[in-house]
Structures are given as C-alpha cells and as structure tokens.
C-alpha cells in the first residue's frame, strides 16, 4: 500500500509539473482554468503543495531519509544547487530587495530537496519512471496548446497558426525531442516507447509553429539524436533489416505525397524563412545583453544587484542606451521581473561573479555526468551528448529557467541513476563462482 501511495505521489508531482511547463501563456482569457498552471495560493503551484505534502509522507513512512551517494555526483550537484540559493538570499538581503525576490532565492532549497527525491524515486521506481512521466506531461499539456492554437489562430504565416507562446512552452517542447530520444535509448518496456515517440511527434509539431529560433534549434538536435538512435535499432535487428528498410521507404514515400503534408511542410519553410533571415535584431539585441551585464558585474561583483534588481541597474549602463539593445518593459521592470534571457547572465547580474561562477560549474558537471551516462551506449549515445549539449546551451542561453527548475536537474538525476546501474551489472563489477 505504501509503495502505491509513493508512486502515485511521484506520478502526480512529475506530471503536473511537466504539464505545467506546454500550457499556453498568451490569451488565457480564452482558456478553461484547468487548461492554465493553477496556483493554490499565490506563487505556489500545485504540483509544488504535492511535493511539500510528498514530503511529509516522506517524514513519516522513512524519517525522511534519502539516501545520496557520495561518489556520483549527486552530493556536488546538492551542494550547488544550495549554494545558489545561499548566494540569492544573501544578495537580496544586501541590496535590500522585496520579500517575494528573497523567497524566489529560498526557492532553491526547494528544489534541491526535489533533486534528491528524483534520485530516491529514479532508483525505487526505475529511471525511465521518472523521465518518462514528466515527459507525458510536457506532451499532454503540448497537445492542449495546439489545440487551442488551431481554434483561437490568434496569429498565422502563410496559413500556418502559431503556437500560444514562444519560448516558454516553445522552449521546453524543443528540448522535450532531445529527451525524448533519451528515453528511447535507456527504454525499458512498450510503454516507454510509445510515450517516447508521442513526445518526439508532439515536440517537432509544437517546435514547427512556436515561432521561436531556439525551440526549433532544440528540436531539430533531437531529431538528429532519433536518427542514431534509430539506425542503430534498425541495424541490430540482424534479417528484419531489409524489410524494415523498405517499410520507411514507403511510408516516407506515402508521406511525402500526401498533400496535407506537402502544405504543412510549405509553411514550415515561410516560418523558418521569416524567423531565421529577419533575426539580425533580435540577434543584435541578446548579444548586447553580454555588455549591459557585463558592466553590471564591474560595479557589483561580489553581490550583484539582486534577482529583482535588473532593471534599475541595467538603465544606468552605457551599454542600455545603444540602439542594438532590447528596451526593457517600464511595468515588468517595476514588478522585478525583468531578466536578460539568459540563465547564465540572470545569476551573473543577480548574484555576481559567486553567481556566474556556481551555473557555469553545475553546467559542466551536468554535461559530465550526462557523458559517463551515454559513455557506454555506442555512437548513438555520443551522438546524443552532442545533442544535449547543443540543446542545454542553447536553452540556458536564450531562456533564464534552467536553474531555478527542474529541466536540468532531473535529466542529472536520470543520468546518475543510470551510471551506477550500468556500473552494478558490468562484468568488472560481477563476481563469478568457481563450480566444482
């Protein structure tokens, strides 16, 4: 009974979140409540209040303990992941920035706790569990936003309608491809397969019509890291080979010749056509980002501005008042939420070079831990590093979420996960007993 109360839980917190993440995020006036991230009290989103609840059974059934490894890496990432949020609340003490900024920075601890509980339910429930749930969500809630985006067509290009939001839900969708692929290289059973192939099919679709360089990036390193994938299933199947060749020659060939098809693809290339070649200024002005932080980090080096501070700081550099930089929103500014896009520059500018130092260090130990992962998988699996690598770069570049949730840390929790048990049953690892 325990053990279905545990998975149950860990179900409804990875999927919620996952869900969370695809909603729409323009034109929700138009959207049923339930089709919107829904708030419990304000700031604290449901799957947030099952977590905090998760913990309390956890308190109960196990004296709340966890158990972290001490030579995986999971104790480091731990200890980033706190030091970040130490870092936010100290910088926004010192720079005497409003009560909900310091508890933006608290945040953090929360989520280090969810790291460690994605270690404990990646292990008790399998590692494909976890990522595979999360994905469903992000697909489900994916499903719902291209809906809506085909009923509401609130914006189209050459009959082609745009997704309800950019690089919000466009972002996750894109890098969901990459994952996705991910969960079909470590699958375990049909289901995980088949969830697998609904996010890669739902995630290309939502990237095609985002509007957004970076979720169409995303997605198409994914795309690149399924073809590995699936050549490698394609040539270990040994006499089945020929016969599968030439079902994708057909059905790619059926594909090809269906006329819807032919037009969505049409419309494809207009949407890549005017988002690729016009994009010299928004190109321009997210480059510029790099200087206005930059002579933020000259004047605050050791505390940043704090996370609510960008504006007022930004409007005093030199950088801000050349015709290159993107003009920062008088009422987000007012509402701290105005940010430079970009994850390493966000905590750079809030919390100084500590900050900039701690992201840049938990990105390489992500990209690390993701090698030792796929190290052993062939060259699909490298392939695939490549492709995360590729994807997490671009996401933390253009994007400011990738600390302060949990996209990166539960694709560090999967791949630690899945380092120690291909290390358990190596045959380094397996002691043989001599019969007589």
């Known amino acids: 009974m325990v053990q279905k109360i545990d998975k149950f839980l860990a179900f409804a917190i990875l999927f919620i ?9 323009v034109l929700l006036e138009a959207m049923p409540i339930w089709f919107t991230p829904i708030q419990v009290v304000h700031g604290l989103f449901l799957y947030e209040l099952l977590f905090l609840i998760y913990l309390v059974f956890l308190l109960v059934i196990r004296g709340g303990r966890v158990t972290i490894g001490k ?27 409003q009560l909900r900024e310091i508890g933006e920075s608290g945040r953090l601890f929360f989520l280090a706790a969810y790291f460690l509980v994605l270690i404990y339910w990646t292990k008790k429930h399998g590692p494909t569990f976890v990522l595979r749930t999360f994905l469903l969500g992000v697909a489900i809630a994916g499903l719902i936003n291209i809906y809506y985006s085909y009923v509401i067509r609130f914006r189209e290009i050459d009959g082609l309608f745009f997704l309800l939001g950019q690089n919000g839900p466009g972002g996750i969708l894109g890098l969901s491809v990459v994952l996705s ?26 990237a095609s019509i985002s509007y957004s360089k970076l979720s169409i990036l995303m997605a198409c390193s994914g795309l690149v890291a399924w073809v590995f994938i699936l050549l490698q299933l394609l ?10 060749v030439i079902l994708i020659f057909l059905l790619s060939f059926l594909i090809s010749n269906f006329r819807p098809i032919r037009q969505y693809v049409q419309s494809v290339n207009s949407f890549i056509n005017n988002k690729f070649i016009n994009s010299k200024r928004s190109v321009e002005s997210r480059a510029q980002y790099f200087v206005t932080v930059s002579e933020i980090l000259l004047h605050h080096p050791l505390f940043g501005v704090g996370s609510g501070g960008f504006y007022e700081a930004v409007i005093k550099t030199e950088g801000y008042h050349y015709k290159e930089s993107c003009k920062e929103d008088i009422k987000s500014g007012k509402e701290g939420k105005s940010n430079p896009h970009n994850s390493f520059l966000y905590y750079a500018a809030a919390n100084g070079f500590p900050g900039l130092f701690l992201c840049v260090f938990l990105f390489i130990m992500a990209l690390h831990l993701f090698r030792k992962s796929l190290l052993s998988r062939g060259i699909s699996g490298k392939i695939l590093w490549c492709c995360l690598t590729f994807a997490y770069f671009i996401y933390g570049m253009t994007l400011p979420t990738l600390y302060n949730s949990i996209v990166l840390y539960l694709p560090i929790a999967f791949a630690i996960v899945v380092t120690n048990q291909q290390y358990l049953i190596s045959p380094k690892n397996i002691n043989f007993k001599k019969g007589y």
């Open 181 to 206: 692929a991910w969960l079909m290289l470590e699958r375990k059973s049909w289901i995980d397969v088949v969830v697998a192939i609904l996010v890669c099919v739902v995630g290309l679709f939502a």
């Open 71 to 97: 030579h995986d890496g999971s104790s480091i990432v731990f200890c980033i992941i706190i030091g970040l949020g130490c870092f936010g609340i100290v910088s926004n003490v010192i720079n005497v920035q």
């Open 17 to 25: 979140n996952g869900w969370n993440w695809s909603l729409p995020v």
């Open 235 to 244: 040539f270990g199947h040994g006499s089945r080979k020929s016969s599968i």
